[in-house]
């Protein structure tokens, strides 16, 4: 069966007339979110390197420590597993997070293969790899490989907006989300997207890069 992706807007249009009609909640928000973005980019280690750099940290500071990274040509597979630890450091990386990218670039993993794998065994796949674990899998399927029903349930933004946007008194967890998900499949990515839009609308800035 072929892996549903998100690849126009025509796509983001179809997952949210989906959510509209199975739920009132986005029937009500949807309109006032407006189109919702495709965040997408182009697959392959330098996607899995920006969603290492997000991890743990405000979006601010991961774009400021990327731009760095990208001014002095770090973002590059062959580059970044041959650079110095004091380069990395003036970039802003963490020690962990120098492991885990040096790793990740000497793992020979096959990028191009991952786009046919199904969603559970694209996953497996990348969390094998140093410092990645579900939420960095997660978002790489959701945005480097267009990943349809994929939906990043550890994220303190998607929880925190759902929190508002449902009207719950405390943040749901990974598992409170999933279940609260389980009817906006196939289209768990569009929604993520339209909880970080409405993250973005509460709060007043960006939950994800």
Not at 38 to 59: K, M, N, Y
Not at 60 to 79: C, E, P, V, Y
Not at 144 to 164: I, M, N, T, Y
Request: proline fraction near 5%; hydrophobic fraction near 50%; glycine fraction near 10%.
């Amino acid at each position: 069966m072929p892996v549903r992706l998100i690849e126009t807007e025509a796509d983001l249009a179809e997952g949210a007339e989906h959510l509209a009609r199975v739920c009132p909640v986005w029937a009500r928000v949807l309109p006032d979110l407006g189109p919702l973005p495709l965040r997408r980019r182009a697959d392959g280690f330098e996607a899995i390197a920006s969603a290492i750099v997000g991890q743990q940290i405000s979006t601010q500071a991961a774009q400021a420590i990327w731009d760095r990274m990208a001014a002095a040509g770090l973002t590059g597979q062959q580059r970044l597993a041959a650079a110095g630890e004091e380069e990395l450091r003036a970039a802003g990386l963490s020690r962990a997070k120098m492991r885990y990218l040096r790793g990740i670039a000497a793992c020979g993993l096959d990028w191009d293969g991952l786009r046919v794998l199904p969603d559970d065994q694209a996953i497996a796949a990348l969390v094998a790899l140093p410092g990645i674990g579900a939420w960095t899998a997660e978002i790489y399927l959701k945005f480097a490989l267009g990943r349809a029903d994929v939906l990043a349930a550890g994220d303190l933004a998607l929880q925190e907006a759902a929190r508002l946007m449902y009207g719950l008194e405390a943040r749901p967890g990974p598992a409170a989300l999933r279940a609260m998900a389980e009817p906006w499949r196939p289209w768990r990515a569009v929604a993520a997207r339209g909880l970080w839009a409405y993250y973005r609308r509460a709060k007043g800035r960006e939950g994800v890069r």
